[in-house]
C-alpha cells in the first residue's frame, strides 16, 4: 500500500519552491520530500528529472533546501548572510555539472550527467538561490506572514508588498481566522 504524501507547494522559482518542501515551519511541520523517490517526484516537475535518489543524496538535498531558506530569510529581513549556509550554496553550485540547453520551442531545458544527476539537480537549485539571494533577478524576497509558516518567496508582483508565500494556503488561512475572530467579537443583532 503506497502512503500519501502531501502535495507539492509548487511556485515560479525554483529556490524558493525548494524550500517549500518543508512548509509550517513555525507550527506543524510539513515534510514534502520525506523519501527519496518523492525528492525524485519533485525533480520531475521542475523539469530536472533523474532516475533515482538514494538517502545520502535526499540528505544532501535537504541540506541545501535548509541553507537556501536561511540564506533567503537572513537576505529577506536585510540581515548577514549567515556562512555555514553560504558555503552549502556554493558547494552544491560548483559540484553540479549540468547544462543549459535550447529546445526546438525556445526554451531552455537542463541537461543532467547521468553518473550525477541528483547532485547536477541539487546544483541548478543552488544556482537559482544564489540569482535570487545575489539581488540579480527583478523581484524581492520576503518571508510569508504567517506566524507558523515564515516561508522565503521571492516577490515579483508590480508593488512588492505581497504578503503570503502562497494566498491558496497561507493566504486564505489567515484570513478565515480573521473573518472567524471578527464574528467572535461582533455584538449580536437585536430585532
Not at 544532501?60 to 537572513?74: C, G, Q, V
Not at 504567517?146 to 491558496?168: E, I, V, Y
Request: charged share 25%.
Amino acid at each position: 500500500m503506497r502512503t500519501r504524501f502531501p502535495e507539492f507547494r509548487l511556485g515560479p522559482v525554483l529556490a524558493t519552491s525548494f524550500t517549500g518542501t518543508l512548509s509550517e515551519r513555525h507550527g506543524d511541520a510539513v515534510e514534502r520530500i520525506p523519501t527519496p523517490q518523492r525528492l525524485v517526484d519533485w525533480l520531475a516537475v521542475y523539469g530536472l528529472a533523474v532516475d533515482s535518489c538514494t538517502a545520502a543524496q535526499l540528505d544532501l538535498a535537504r541540506e541545501l533546501r535548509e541553507s537556501i531558506h536561511a540564506a533567503a530569510t537572513a537576505a529577506a529581513i536585510e540581515e548577514a548572510l549567515p556562512a555555514s549556509a553560504v558555503l552549502v550554496i556554493n558547494n552544491r553550485s560548483t559540484h553540479g555539472r549540468a547544462a543549459a540547453v535550447l529546445t526546438p520551442e525556445g526554451r531552455r531545458r537542463w541537461r543532467l550527467g547521468p553518473a550525477s544527476a541528483v547532485e547536477d539537480a541539487l546544483g541548478v537549485i543552488a544556482a537559482d538561490a544564489i540569482s535570487v539571494i545575489s539581488g540579480e533577478r527583478d523581484g524581492k524576497l520576503a518571508l510569508c506572514a504567517s506566524p507558523t509558516c515564515r516561508a522565503a518567496f521571492f516577490d515579483t508582483s508590480r508593488s512588492r508588498t505581497r504578503r503570503w508565500c502562497d494566498m491558496n494556503t497561507c493566504g486564505n488561512r489567515e484570513k478565515k481566522a480573521r473573518f472567524h475572530a471578527g464574528r467572535r467579537t461582533t455584538p449580536p443583532r437585536t430585532a
